[in-house]
């Protein structure tokens, strides 16, 4: 295809197609006829050589049927391409693809050849898509996504396949929202026509400071200025939040993106510090429920005699991921009598965390090894001294427990000092634009100022 970006590359229209292979067959056809009429007789045991399948199948065609002039020459053949779409899956090659579905393997073999397709073809993985378009089995055109912005396109050209890889980039638009809280963030978010995804990223960003099934309030409200990526005129989906705002009881809360130069990406208070905390409140999924709290003086329902309660305890079926609350290292990774299954982790300010009655670990928290927040490093059970699947918690500053509900958490590391001018110059257009939409929106659908 000589014109492939625009949508026709999404979705490659089937009449399209056929008025090529036409086409192609037509070129063929003339190809033929010039080189038998200029060559004389002496073509007549070289034209199979020369042009291959085309050739001797046009010159098969039981009848040609003639089109209009200005959509092609005189005549063309009965269309008999047929396109196919693939779906790679696990454990598929294209071999096995192209004998499955009796496609020409010679012609494979020959695509392979070619420079990039090497590069292009060899390395499938699950979920990637293919098309071919073949005439018979014969391979008249091979097309891969091979991301969001190039394809890669192999046309056959008389005996041999031409291949390019044509892009067409996507274009990142600035887009904001504004919205008032009624009863709930989505119901908000939702009338101000906003996607479920974008809400999500939105409270995962000012969920550190805000619990949003808690402390929501009627009139609470946030305004986002984002990116959407478009291509050929299309919104393809939400891009990132670039900066945010969110009003819980008149309390104000600001967050704005950036992206040092190693590429690590966060998100800042204007001031610079880091709107996460250095730990997850809680090691598993949003609000788990707690089934013991840190109780000093707790009666014990195994042992039924007052033993100190020195975590907290949530409800998780065996199976449910466990994340390291903050970045750190494996100290203890094992088997801890009525713990059960434990990890333990040691983080920075002298603190270490604790989790118990695992059923499993995961691989990557081998003792030793360094963990992120939020990886998973195991998964609940009911393993050491339990009445029922869970997870105990426990939250250690200078080996003295502490509640891990209740604990000051301190603050995620702040913007370096070395890209500290570099944030104050990216954030402050982004702050002032944050403002003019709050701005302009709050008047328009007339509410008070924000303390
Ligand atoms: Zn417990």
Do not use: C
């Not at 396949?161 to 809280?181: Q, W």
């Amino acid at each position: 295809m000589p014109e492939a970006t625009g949508p026709a590359r999404r979705r490659p229209h089937p009449v399209k197609w056929l008025v090529i292979a036409a086409l192609a067959s037509a070129a063929a056809v003339t190809l033929f006829l010039t080189l038998f009429h200029d060559a004389g007789s002496t073509i007549t045991t070289e034209a199979p050589k020369i042009a291959g399948t085309i050739v001797s199948r046009d010159l098969a065609l039981p009848v040609p049927i003639a089109v209009p002039a200005e959509a092609a020459p005189a005549i063309v053949s009965e269309p008999v391409s047929k396109r196919i779409d693939f779906e790679i899956a696990s454990g598929d090659t294209l071999h096995q693809l192209f004998a499955a579905s009796k496609l020409n393997r010679s012609h494979l073999a020959q695509i392979l050849q070619l420079d990039q397709a090497r590069t292009h073809l060899q390395l499938l993985r699950p979920g990637d898509r293919l098309s071919v378009v073949h005439d018979d089995g014969d391979i008249v055109h091979l097309q891969r996504v091979l991301d969001e912005e190039r394809t890669m396109e192999v046309t056959r050209n008389g005996d041999g396949f031409d291949l390019k890889v044509t892009t067409n980039p996507v274009e990142v638009r600035t887009a904001h929202a504004h919205g008032v809280i009624d009863s709930s963030l989505y119901l908000a978010a939702q009338e101000a026509g906003i996607s479920d995804t974008l809400i999500m990223n939105l409270a995962g960003i000012f969920a550190w400071d805000v619990d949003f099934v808690l402390d929501i309030r009627t009139g609470d409200r946030f305004t986002m200025i984002y990116e959407e990526i478009w291509q050929d005129g299309e919104k393809l989906r939400d891009g990132d939040i670039l900066a945010a705002e969110f009003i819980n009881s008149g309390k104000t809360f600001r967050a704005i993106r950036f992206e040092n130069p190693e590429k690590e990406v966060g998100y800042f208070t204007p001031d610079g510090l880091n709107v996460k905390k250095a730990f997850l409140r809680a090691p598993i999924a949003i609000n788990p429920r707690v089934t013991s709290s840190f109780n000093p003086r707790r009666k014990h329902p195994v042992h039924n005699k007052v033993l100190p309660h020195k975590g907290v305890d949530y409800s998780a079926p065996t199976g449910t991921a466990i994340k390291a609350a903050g970045d750190g290292k494996v100290i203890f990774r094992g088997r801890k009598g009525g713990y059960g299954n434990t990890i333990i982790l040691q983080h920075g300010g002298n603190i270490t965390t604790l989790y118990a009655h695992l059923s499993k670990f995961h691989s990557r928290a081998r003792s030793g090894k360094r963990v992120k927040q939020g990886q998973l490093i195991g998964y609940s059970g009911a393993t050491g001294t339990v009445t029922a699947a869970h997870l105990h918690y426990e939250y250690r500053v200078g080996g003295v427990h502490r509640n891990p509900r209740t604990v000051r958490l301190p603050k995620a590391q702040p913007i370096a000092k070395k890209y500290r001018n570099l944030y104050v110059k990216a954030a402050a257009p982004l702050l002032q634009q944050l403002e003019l939409v709050e701005r302009t929106l709050r008047v328009a659908t007339s509410q008070p100022a924000h303390q």
